[in-house]
């Protein structure tokens, strides 16, 4: 059962989150809201800000100093391109976050093939369940009004489509005997009764940043609190690289704002992109298969 302390956990707190919000409970979202604050704080930012310890894991002879200057550059020329280009830039992002997510989950449950379907399934789900709130958010990441009137106006057929594909997920897990999995799927599958930021946070710090914790303490040997210490530094940088973006790019005057929320994840996908790179070269030199 200690292995599904985590996933039982969160699904749980899904449920307890759409129960209070049933009730009506005002202070619902205030709560949940900061208790994924605290956890993209806690691992959500930090496992990605191990880039440069797994780098000198897998190339001890390289230098750390050159990696940090070309990663930085990587930030700037992939938020340069998305920026010029944000329907492109959108697609990619979308896309390799699915392979990553996929990767990451498959990498812990042990299961050899299907990584990208699986992302794409899970990030469909929250995706185009909240198609509504979402469509102003890509907007002020320059996504036009053609492709969000799309969206818009296929939503049903593309829940429906995303649902029955997380079923078809679900029956495979259930095959399998894939519990892990199985829970995961449970989580997903709350998704339209939770607003979309809270539904994103709970899969991406509660099971996504969660798996990539555990693979850096197994992979490196490290405990979690020396793992923290030595993020601390990048997980500073990050943080205000992303806090000085918004300010530039959001809408200083309400962090709530679309302009701002959309600003805060075009930053957090360009910090994100060379992460998934990276985050993949180390899990495939240190897998067991």
Known sequence: MKGYTRPVGLLVLAMIYIGLNEWGVAWSDTVFGSLLFLGLLAIGIPHGALDVWTHRHRSPGNSSILYIGLYLLAIATILFAWWSFPHIGMLVFLLLSAWHFGQADFERWEIPQGQLAWGMVALGMILVWHVKDINPIIGQ???????????????????????????????????????????????????????VLLSFGLYFIGQHSASGWHHLRQRLGLSSKVLWLKALPFTAGALALIALGMWVIGNPESVQSDATVGAFFMLLGCISIPHIFESHWFLISTSKY
Request: with cysteine.
């Open 141 to 195: 990441m320059g996504v036009s009004y053609e492709v969000r009137d799309w969206l818009f106006q296929s939503q049903k057929e593309l829940r429906l489509l995303f649902t029955a594909s997380l079923i078809a997920c679900g029956i495979m897990a259930l095959r399998l005997k894939h519990w892990s999995w199985g829970l995961a799927i449970g989580l997903i599958g709350l998704t339209p009764w939770i607003p």
